[in-house]
């Protein structure tokens, strides 16, 4: 079937400009997760959906960033007045079930570079 | 809290002979214990996953990893690598300290292969 799905796949934005990432979680994942990857490191939670309710959003890095999720389906990460450091790949993650031990199926990713 | 180290950033074997990434985690729980591999310009796959079960655990592609408590280690290996497992893989932590099993991703590993 299909799996976790990122929009686009690519972004490259002026500094000080607003984006918008959307992700497509398998049909049915009940938890949604975002991750960032800056060049050369690992992943770096951000914030992780149930269901449209989130209840730990503690890595989202400044109140520059917010994200949203309608239901079970699609979630929107929103990076306003881009900065240079803000420069990495946004992976998506999506689970069928919440707790340690189930795997999470991520998208292919978005790589943003703002200049 | 919990953390992963991964003790190589780069290995590099020739073809045909075994495969080691080192990894040592910190959890405060009983923990789930992964490895994801990256392909370049691909999204992240599970390889493998430890969950409580039997510590020697088998995954795609010929890897496996053991689980050792006593040593807080889950060193991934190959006996034979291929050109094809040329990638990035990470060792993945998730120590349900959190409800819903939140992610810790070590820095990664860049393993290449030579004919």
């Known amino acids: 079937g299909a799996g976790v799905s990122q929009s686009p796949s690519n972004k490259v934005t002026e500094k000080g400009k607003d984006v918008e990432l959307r992700c497509d979680p398998i049909s049915g994942h009940t938890a949604l997760y975002w991750y960032r990857q800056r060049l050369g490191q690992g992943l770096e939670f951000l914030i992780y959906f149930q269901g449209n309710s989130a209840p730990d959003k503690s890595g989202l890095p400044s109140d520059r960033f917010s994200a949203e999720r309608t239901g079970e389906s699609v979630s929107t990460l929103t990076i306003q007045r881009t900065q240079q450091e803000d420069s990495a790949v946004y992976l998506c993650a999506s689970s069928p079930w919440t707790g340690s031990g189930y795997e999470q199926y991520f998208g292919p990713g978005t790589r943003l570079t703002v200049t | 809290a919990q953390s992963v180290t991964q003790l190589d950033s780069h290995v590099s074997v020739s073809e045909g002979t075994p495969v080691l990434l080192r990894c040592n985690y910190s959890?405060?729980?009983?923990?789930?214990l992964f490895w994801y591999v990256q392909h370049p310009n691909k999204g992240l796959q599970l390889l493998l996953k430890?969950?409580?079960?039997?510590?020697l655990v088998k995954g795609i592609n010929g890897f496996e990893a053991e689980f050792k408590k006593s040593e807080t280690s889950f060193h991934l290996t190959k006996p034979s690598a291929h050109m094809s497992d040329a990638a990035e893989y990470f060792c993945?932590?998730?120590?349900?300290?959190?409800?819903?099993?939140?992610?810790?991703f070590g820095q990664g590993t860049i393993l290449t292969v030579h004919p």
């Open positions: 430890y969950t409580s079960a039997a510590t």
């Open positions: 993945v932590v998730s120590d349900g300290g959190t409800s819903y099993g939140k992610l810790t």
């Open positions: 959890s405060s729980y009983s923990p789930s």
